[in-house]
């Protein structure tokens, strides 16, 4: 449902006129298909970290791009959220599973407010994650990280691109002195 939703949303930003009858209909199903797939995962529970972890991620990429403030609200709240639980003691194992650490990472740094402290810790998580798995996952620290970066998010279906943040955070990336640049 989350990927229909944001295909469906990718496809309404590059057609035709916003307010003709047609896309005004699409644009109320893609609401109620959203809300419908957020409310699912709300409800999903789990005792497995990874899980728990990757349906908050889900639950914010139903809200990227914010479209309005209560959305931008909501997903810096997620975000927050998401922060707490990796910070708790049960920090999941994502040994084999590295790509989608990177993915919940990222789309928790695009959510959460810019310029706060919720952000800079996720861009340190990014850190982390690109250093010690590049080969894994497919991102190397180097002149080509934000064209790296771009090319993992149409990997991981976030069709939308979120240009200038990933280029913001590449230039974080490169400008950590503890990371080598490559």
């Known amino acids: 449902q989350v990927l229909e939703c944001l295909q469906v949303k990718g496809e309404l930003d590059i057609s035709g006129p916003p307010f003709s009858p047609e896309a005004l209909s ?7 298909r959203t809300l419908a797939a957020r409310n699912g995962l709300l409800a999903f529970t789990t005792s497995d970290a990874r899980s728990n972890v990757l349906r908050i991620a889900l639950i914010m990429c139903t809200l990227l791009p914010p479209s309005d ?3 931008v609200r909501t997903a810096q709240i997620v975000a927050q959220r998401l922060k707490g639980v990796l910070k708790q003691g049960m920090k999941p194992s994502w040994s084999g599973s590295e790509r989608m ?5 990222l789309i928790a740094y695009f959510c959460a407010r810019e310029g706060g402290d919720t952000r800079a810790w996720f ?17 190397k620290v ?5 064209d790296d970066l771009m090319s993992f998010q149409r990997r991981f279906f976030v069709a939308l691109e979120l240009k200038q943040p990933t ?16």
Request: aromatic residues 8%; hydrophobic residues 40%.
């Open 26 to 32: 699409t644009r109320h199903w893609l609401t109620l």
């Open 69 to 71: 403030l209560r959305q």
């Open 101 to 105: 650490e990177l993915w919940c990472l």
């Open 123 to 139: 861009a340190e998580e990014i850190c982390r994650v690109i250093h010690s798995g590049s080969d894994v996952i497919g991102v």
């Open 142 to 146: 180097g002149p080509r990280l934000s």
């Open 167 to 182: 280029e913001e955070l590449a230039e974080y990336v490169l400008s950590r002195n503890k990371w080598d640049v490559v």
